[in-house]
């Protein structure tokens, strides 16, 4: 068995079966596809919102950490060249007591993301419950919404949410945060509008609640005043 199959096996079908057990719970008592969906979006996050928490505490203490370390890391990049730069590096790191692979600790919610998203890729891509049923002005679940057209081209509304959501999240998360840490964040936000932007709206609808969850956790966590933060954003949305 190969690591991708131990992956699938270990991770991504324990999810899926966590993921369709949440649905039918859902369907059973709703018998709505859409709300469902709504319902396995927030529970996945309710459920999750621990280790999600100890992901971004992680993820701060990196950031901490790194801006301690810059100015003499920088130094010694702008003294040495070479092996002698890489020496002293490795000095410096053994000094302060920092491994470079903990930089990964960095990324620790995109780690997290991961199974999750191709385990609700998978659930929702292929539902047959999502087939001809409509949840407010999408009309089809189990195709790209196609709300309006501009120019004579057809517009899918829901990828455009989900990435607002994301970045507004992502603005207000990397606040202090190094430029890289920002580009990359804002480059997930992109390619998950791209590789989402034709898929089912049914997944995507899922994804944009999660989005939305995530951006509602970030205003909690980050800003001195929330609840007015939340009362302007309901106001506007």
């Known amino acids: 068995?190969?690591?991708?199959?131990?992956?699938?096996?270990?991770?991504?079908?324990?999810?899926?079966?966590?993921?369709?057990?949440?649905?039918?719970?859902?369907?059973?008592?709703?018998?709505?596809?859409?709300?469902?969906?709504?319902?396995?979006?927030?529970?996945?996050?309710f459920l999750l919102l621990p280790l999600y928490r100890r992901a971004d505490i992680m993820q701060e203490q990196q950031r901490d950490i790194e801006k301690?370390?810059?100015?003499?890391?920088?130094?010694?990049?702008?003294?040495?060249?070479?092996?002698?730069?890489?020496?002293?590096?490795?000095?410096?790191?053994?000094?302060?007591?920092?491994?470079?692979?903990?930089?990964?600790?960095?990324a620790a919610p995109l780690f997290l993301e991961i199974p999750f998203f191709i385990a609700a890729y998978r659930f929702l891509s292929n539902l047959a419950l999502m087939k001809g049923a409509s949840f407010g002005p999408v009309s089809d679940l189990s195709a790209p919404d196609a709300m309006f057209r501009f120019l004579g081209f057809t517009v899918n509304?829901?990828?455009?949410?989900?990435?607002?959501?994301?970045?507004?999240?992502?603005?207000?998360?990397?606040?202090?945060?190094?430029?890289?840490?920002?580009?990359?964040?804002?480059?997930?936000?992109?390619?998950?509008?791209?590789?989402?932007?034709?898929?089912?709206?049914?997944?995507?609808?899922?994804?944009?609640?999660?989005n939305l969850f995530s951006l509602i956790k970030t205003i909690i966590y980050k800003l001195k005043h929330p609840l007015t933060i939340l009362r302007l954003f309901a106001s506007i949305t």
């Open 157 to 210: 509304l829901l990828p455009l949410l989900m990435t607002f959501f994301n970045v507004v999240s992502t603005l207000i998360f990397t606040k202090g945060y190094p430029t890289k840490t920002k580009i990359q964040l804002y480059g997930m936000a992109a390619f998950f509008l791209v590789f989402l932007y034709s898929s089912p709206s049914g997944l995507v609808l899922h994804w944009t609640m999660n």
């Open 68 to 106: 301690k370390l810059e100015p003499g890391v920088q130094h010694i990049k702008n003294s040495f060249q070479g092996d002698e730069q890489m020496m002293m590096l490795q000095m410096f790191y053994r000094q302060n007591h920092y491994k470079p692979i903990y930089a990964l600790r960095g």
């Open 1 to 45: 068995m190969n690591a991708a199959s131990l992956f699938l096996y270990l991770f991504i079908m324990p999810l899926q079966i966590l993921f369709e057990y949440i649905f039918s719970a859902a369907y059973n008592l709703l018998e709505d596809p859409g709300c469902s969906i709504v319902i396995l979006s927030l529970a996945m996050n």
